[in-house]
């Protein structure tokens, strides 16, 4: 039987072949190292396949049977995986970079290295979270802990700004949003130092902001830095020219 799969962006033919089922015809194409950005896998039936470094790019798999699939190391950047059955899944160090997961199901799913910066987990089942971001030891942490924030020159946050920040104040959101499948919500969004040097640009300052474990709201699942405090004081700045951002004049 002749297999085609196409690209759900513009229908184009990314790769065609005889053989017994869609499962095999893909495990070919990736062990043919075809171009498969942006293919039409909705509703395929995958339980099982090898698809092990796979460039998946885009890929349509809503509602795909991807139950034991070996996923590892694939390339599934903003691939599309809403209610994809994903149960026991090989995805062992996949680059899920802003994949929509969004009601998918990750019991059993092995996510050890796995990126899943910026991925869309609203309703995702069975995801074991402390293994998708290393910030959760801060729920750990006795006593004061200090972490950074990103601000304009005017102490005003660069994305969702609202609130002027000043060395020597505490700042308080009452309705910080908790659920941890936000990756950008209310509340006060401090960072990992580097995540703030990423996004910093000339116009920008990174403060250091102090908190509690209890002052935190939300740890996002898969974040890529970022986290979210009801409560914080500001209590310094850090030198641009230490971290190499300002060259000396």
Do not use: H
């Amino acid at each position: 039987m002749k297999f085609e799969i196409k690209s759900w962006l513009n229908g184009n033919l990314l790769f065609s072949v005889e053989t017994e089922s869609l499962k095999l015809a893909l495990e070919l194409a990736v062990k043919k190292g075809a171009y498969l950005k942006g293919a039409d896998l909705t509703g395929a039936d995958l339980k099982g396949a090898d698809l092990k470094g796979a460039d998946l790019k885009g890929a349509y798999l809503k509602g795909a049977d991807l139950k034991g699939a070996d996923l590892k190391g694939a390339y599934l950047k903003g691939a599309d995986l809403t209610g994809a059955d994903l149960t026991g899944a090989y995805l062992t160090g996949a680059y899920l970079k802003g994949a929509d997961l969004t009601g998918a199901d990750l019991t059993g799913a092995d996510l050890k290295g796995a990126d899943l910066k910026g991925a869309d987990l609203k309703g995702a089942k069975g995801i074991v979270k402390y293994l998708t971001t290393p910030l959760y030891l801060l729920l750990d942490q006795p006593g004061k802990i200090r972490a950074y924030k990103l601000v304009e020159e005017n102490g005003n946050g660069p994305y969702n700004g609202g609130i002027i920040y000043e060395i020597g104040k505490t700042y308080t959101v009452e309705d910080a949003n908790v659920n941890e499948q936000e990756q950008c919500a209310a509340g006060i969004n401090l960072a990992t130092l580097d995540w703030c040097i990423k996004e910093w640009e000339p116009t920008r300052k990174i403060l250091i902001a102090e908190f509690t474990a209890k002052d935190i709201a939300a740890i996002p699942i898969g974040s890529d830095g970022k986290f979210r405090v009801k409560k914080c004081k500001i209590v310094g700045e850090k030198d641009l020219k230490e971290l190499g951002l300002l060259k000396e004049k």
